[in-house]
T-cell receptor, first 112, second 115 residues
Framework: GEDVEQSLFLSVREGDSSVINCTYT??????LYWYKQEPGAGLQLLTY?????DMKQDQRLTVLLNKKDKHLSLRIADTQTGDSAIYFC????????????FGTGTKLQVIP | KAGVTQTPRYLIKTRGQQVTLSCSPI?????VSWYQQTPGQGLQFLFE???????NKGNFPGRFSGRQFSNSRSEMNVSTLELGDSALYLC??????????????FGSGTRLTVV
């Protein structure tokens, strides 16, 4: 079955870059996502990448996908205190109805 | 446009009781999915509805059920509550559900505490 794994915690200094990593097991994954969850809130979609892409950049966010190693990363440039949150990696595949599998989440702490 | 609305935000129930949670998706979105979020298990998929039909179901006992109305609003019900049902229940909507490449829009969740 599908499995998505992330490290639990990351601490960075304000202004540095953050890199959050994720590995997944389902080789048929077609879509990979990054979501952000702030305290007391639901998840907010940050960005997504198709499995036929290697990289996607969106302002301060860069997503890298290594399909061979089933490894996904999210880089946040110039990390701000407002970026402190839990970040979830998720995957789904085409064909069949929507069922997204989420990772365990990485808690990002930004130190001023 | 309005986001995904979940009610109530907080709920405290006693073991053995039942509870109904409500979700109104974004206008025009026809797919509604439900997830249970707990510190130990993370986000677990409950079920997905489209046009009043349940199309996909996760590995939860039959005490967890749901439905969707003709206006796409969805409810989920948990009967005979157990302490382990304490969680944040998240509802997510998407346009069709069959092309998830655009991702979900989540509500803020209902925090259920079973005592």
């Amino acid at each position: 079955g599908e499995d998505v794994e992330q490290s639990l915690f990351l601490s960075v200094r304000e202004g540095d870059s953050s890199v959050i990593n994720c590995t997944y097991t389902d080789s048929s994954s077609t879509y990979l996502y990054w979501y952000k969850q702030e305290p007391g809130a639901g998840l907010q979609l940050l960005t997504y990448i198709f499995s036929n892409m290697d990289m996607k950049q969106d302002q301060r966010l860069t997503v890298l996908l290594n399909k061979k190693d089933k490894h996904l990363s999210l880089r946040i440039a110039d990390t701000q205190t407002g970026d402190s949150a839990i970040y979830f990696c998720a995957e789904s595949h085409s064909g069949g109805y929507q069922k997204v599998t989420f990772g365990t989440g990485t808690k990002l702490q930004v130190i001023p | 446009k309005a986001g995904v609305t979940q009610t109530p935000r907080y709920l405290i129930k006693t073991r053995g009781q039942q509870v109904t949670l409500s979700c109104s998706p974004i206008s025009g979105h026809r797919s509604v999915s439900w997830y249970q979020q707990t510190p130990g298990q993370g986000l677990q998929f409950l079920f997905e509805y489209f046009s009043e039909t349940q199309r996909n179901k996760g590995n939860f006992p039959g005490r967890f059920s749901g439905r969707q109305f003709s206006n796409s609003r969805s409810e989920m019900n948990v009967s005979t509550l157990e302490l382990g049902d304490s969680a944040l229940y998240l509802c997510a909507s998407s346009l069709t559900g069959t092309n998830p490449n655009y991702g979900y829009t989540f509500g803020s969740g209902t925090r259920l505490t079973v005592v």
